[in-house]
Structures are given as C-alpha cells and as structure tokens.
C-alpha cells in the first residue's frame, strides 16, 4: 500500500497538471466552505450515531458543531444538514464514516503511488454497501478519474452515489467505459509531476484553488522575509481588493467566508468586451508586427466566426488599440492574462483552541494582467478596457506594479490603461518609479490591516460600510438582515 505522501486524489492531480508548484503542505489559507464541509460532515455522524428520538439528535448534532459560528452560516449550515437528513433519511444499518476509500497503485521510479478516490460515508446493509460522496458544490459532478477508479474496482455487492446537498438529491455516479485508459493518463500526470516537481506555471489555478501562492514565487513577500504555518492567510482578488477599499464585509464575505452571492448565475454568455479581449491578446503576443496594415487586417480573420455586427465593431476597437501603441517603440508583448500580486502581512486576528487570539495574517493580492511585455526595455503591463476610466484603476496599476518590480527585482515599471469605450477612447500612462513603489506599498498595507482583521468563523466581524457600491453588491438583502 502506498505510504499517505504518495496518495494522490483526482483534484490534486487536476491541479498539478496545471502547476507542478501548486502541490504543497498544508497552511492556513481561509477556506470557509472546506470548514463549513467539515463541520457539516461532524454534525451527520453525530446524528447518525444518536439513538434519540430524531428532534434531540438534530438538536445536539447542531448544538456541537455549528454552536462557534455566526447565525450566517450557521443558518446554512443548518439548512444543508436538514438537506441532507431529506436525500438521506436515517436508517438501523451499519455506517462507516472513517473515508473509506478504492485506489489503485504503480510503482513509479522505484517507489509505491496510489491514485485515490475518499468517500465521506459507507453504509452497510445484508452484506451490500452503499458509498456516499457529500457534495455541497452547485456541481457535484464526481471528476473522470473517481469514476474511472470506482469503474474499475466496483464489485458485484456495491453501489456509488453523489449525496448532492444543493441539488438535493442522491445521484447515481456514472460508470464508465474506459477506466484504464483514463487511469493511465492521471499515472502519466503523476509522473510528469514527480521528475520535476518544482515547475511552476501561473494560470488560472491561482485565483481559482491553488493554496500555494504566498509560497511559490508568483506573489512574492512584501514585508516579511520567510511564512511559517503560524501565519493565517487570505487570498484576495483585483475584484475584492476594491470591495475592499469600500465596504470590509462585502470583501470579506467573498473572501473569507463565502457567504452564498445572491446574484448566482450558473452561465453567461461571452460578452463583447470579453471577446475584444481575447482576440486582442491573441494578436497581439509574441507578434512584433502588430502595427502592420496586413496584420491589422488579420483580427478579421481569427474573429471571422462572430457575427457581422460584432466583429466589426471589435475590429474598429482593434484599429484604435494599435493607434494607441504606435506610439510605444520597440514594444515587445510576451505574456496574456498574467498573474501578478504580492503577499503582506499585517498583525491581525486568528483563533487558538477556539479562543479569538492576536495573529499575524498574510493577505496575497492577486489579478490578472491582459498583457505584459517590454517597452524599450522597461517591463510593462497593458491593461484594455471596454469603458470609461474609474478612479479604482490607480489601485489596479499599483497592484501590477508593487507585483511585477518584486517579481522581476526592477524598480521601474509602465502601466498603460487603454480605454476603449463605445466613444472617447483614451490611454492612460502611469510610470511606477522607486516612490511610487512605496506609496503603493503604503496603500496595500493599510488594506492588508483590514483583512487580517477579520475573525475566523463570524462573519459578522467585518465592518459594513454603506454607500453607492451598495446598489450592485451581490449580499444586498443578507447583509441589510444582519445590521
Ligand atoms: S499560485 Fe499559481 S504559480 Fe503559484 S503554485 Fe499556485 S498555480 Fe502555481
Ligand atoms: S450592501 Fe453595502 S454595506 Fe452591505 S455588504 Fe454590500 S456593500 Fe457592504
């Protein structure tokens, strides 16, 4: 049997086939719903295991685990438990919910793996069991890879289910029919990863789940030499940040505390400030002849899937764009959708047995850039936007900056803001020298004070601030009940 190290699961894998770095050890990066999960997960088998009648088992379920958070989550924690308790009605069999687990082992390199996947519970019934998955995902879709494990090994007397709390449901989970081919190319993953585990690969992952971003590099350290697991940490994205500068709670509710958005929308369709994005991008990387007639005249090409109206109004923003950065000479643009930020750490709040205790706390401020490159040698960073200018913008550009002189050890960089506008369009230059470095560094400090401030599990601990972002914050009614 593989020792615990080398036991991998489908979302480890998924996230190192997208960064090998993005594997680490465990710290304390705030993950709200992974607490909540746990919690939820130790008030079922509290309930599961109390022979009271059904009223008191649910009381003192509730009573032992939800009792430290605020009445915001603990009203949704009690309303997936009464969730669960509906898909699953309690039943006189046997239960076992120490994650049992089906895996499959290679040696690789001389060494035992197992590609793994858990299950939160199996319940057994007259020599037939039934593994349960709890889900609280919108998606509570099982990944490839724990189909193809359970595909593989399912015997006669065993049934898999997906306990889907938001969906309310017990689904089936769906077998399929080349478990090997699939298995082999996670194996393949897992040893691409193995005989370079270093390499690392900003991308989407680092916004999205990867808990290793004060420690890889991409973010490096502000103000404070080496992070220790003592250290609490935050990630907070461009879009939080300027919640941040106005109202704490709506900040913190995203970051911190994932309290449910009420504008949820589960699909949106591309809008045309997205694809102008795109397909600028792809222009323009890595192409020194972007200012070109003939290359302009390519945008009708990549684009020539859109609809008349449409590309005709992306390719006339296209042509205002290159107007725009003629004037920069030997520009070179490498990178699209980069990712830059920094880590600070602030003196903060953090628990200790339970107890609200002083902590340090490491806020990572990240965002992603629409284009990086050089400019007569200096490194610079392209931002397009399809609307006016807004005063949020200068936050934006000391982000990118204070990140990008720490990650290349410059001290001079150029932000550009191209406006693009239905009308007016406009640019906006700002060159980030050694003291606007540090006035930038000044401005995340103050905002990283706020953060680490937040206390873990009350979400109410966060100050409100009132004001015109209130129209479009996505926690209008829940937060207007909790003032
Ligand atoms: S933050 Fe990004 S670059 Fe750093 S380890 Fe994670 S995915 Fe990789
Ligand atoms: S409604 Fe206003 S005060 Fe409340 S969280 Fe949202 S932005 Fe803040």
């Not at 009381?59 to 509906?86: C, G, H, M, P, V």
């Not at 040696?107 to 197992?114: D, L």
């Not at 629409?370 to 005063?391: F, Q, S, W, Y």
């Not at 693009?420 to 230059?429: A, M």
């Amino acid at each position: 049997m593989a020792d615990v190290d080398n036991t991998f699961t489908s979302s480890k894998l998924i996230n190192i086939s997208q960064c090998h770095s993005s594997y680490g050890k465990n710290n304390q990066l705030a993950k709200p719903k992974l607490d909540r999960w746990k919690d939820l997960n130790n008030a079922i088998i509290d309930w599961m295991n109390n022979d009271a009648i059904e009223e008191t088992s649910v009381r003192i379920a509730e009573q032992n685990n939800f009792q430290f958070y605020d009445k915001i989550q603990k009203a949704i924690l009690s309303d997936l438990f009464s969730r669960f308790r509906t898909i699953y009605p309690k039943r006189d069999i046997e239960f076992n919910h120490d994650f049992p687990i089906k895996e499959i082992n290679k040696e690789i390199n001389g060494e035992e793996y197992a590609l793994t996947t858990y299950f939160t519970y199996e319940f057994i019934d007259q020599g037939s069991s039934e593994f349960i998955k709890l889900k609280t995902a919108f998606d509570p879709e099982p990944e490839l890879l724990d189909r193809a494990i359970i595909s593989k090994l399912k015997a006669e007397n065993e049934d898999f289910y997906t306990a889907s709390i938001e969906r309310e449901d017990l689904e089936e989970i769906e077998l399929v029919d080349n478990p090997d081919e699939i298995i082999n190319q996670h194996f393949d993953i897992l040893e691409n990863f193995l005989n370079n585990r270093q390499a690392r690969n900003q991308g989407e992952l680092c916004s999205r789940g990867c808990d290793m971003a004060s420690r890889c590099g991409q973010f490096p350290l502000i103000n404070i030499d080496k992070l220790t697991n003592r250290i609490r940490e935050v990630k907070i994205s461009k879009t939080n940040t300027v919640k941040l500068q106005n109202c704490e709670r709506r900040a913190a509710w995203n970051v911190q505390y994932g309290i449910p958005r009420e504008d949820y929308i589960e699909y949106e369709s591309e809008s045309s400030g997205t694809k102008f994005h795109k397909y600028s991008q792809e222009m323009l990387v890595n192409n020194n002849n972007f200012t070109s007639d003939e290359d302009i005249e390519r945008f009708n090409k990549i684009s020539e899937n859109e609809e008349v109206i449409t590309r005709e109004k992306l390719f006339s923003k296209y042509r205002e764009l290159i107007e725009k950065l003629k004037p920069y000479s030997n520009l070179s643009i490498t990178k699209s959708e980069f990712n830059l930020g920094f880590t600070i750490v602030a003196d903060g709040r953090g628990l200790k047995n339970g107890e609200v205790v002083d902590k340090k706390v490491a806020s990572v401020f990240m965002g992603r850039a629409d284009l990086v490159g050089r400019a007569d040698g200096t490194p610079i960073i392209i931002e397009l936007k399809t609307r006016p200018e807004l005063p949020e913008d200068f936050l934006e550009a000391q982000l990118y900056a204070l990140g990008a002189s720490k990650l290349l050890s410059v001290n001079e960089i150029k932000i550009l803001h191209i406006y693009l506008p239905d009308e007016d369009s406009s640019i906006k230059e700002r060159i980030f020298s050694e003291s606007e470095l540090v006035e930038a560094e000044k401005k995340y400090e103050s905002l990283a004070i706020k953060s680490a401030s937040w206390v873990p599990f009350n979400a109410l601990s966060p100050a409100y601030n009132i004001g015109d972002w209130c129209e479009f914050c996505e926690f209008k009614s829940t937060c207007l009940e909790n003032r």
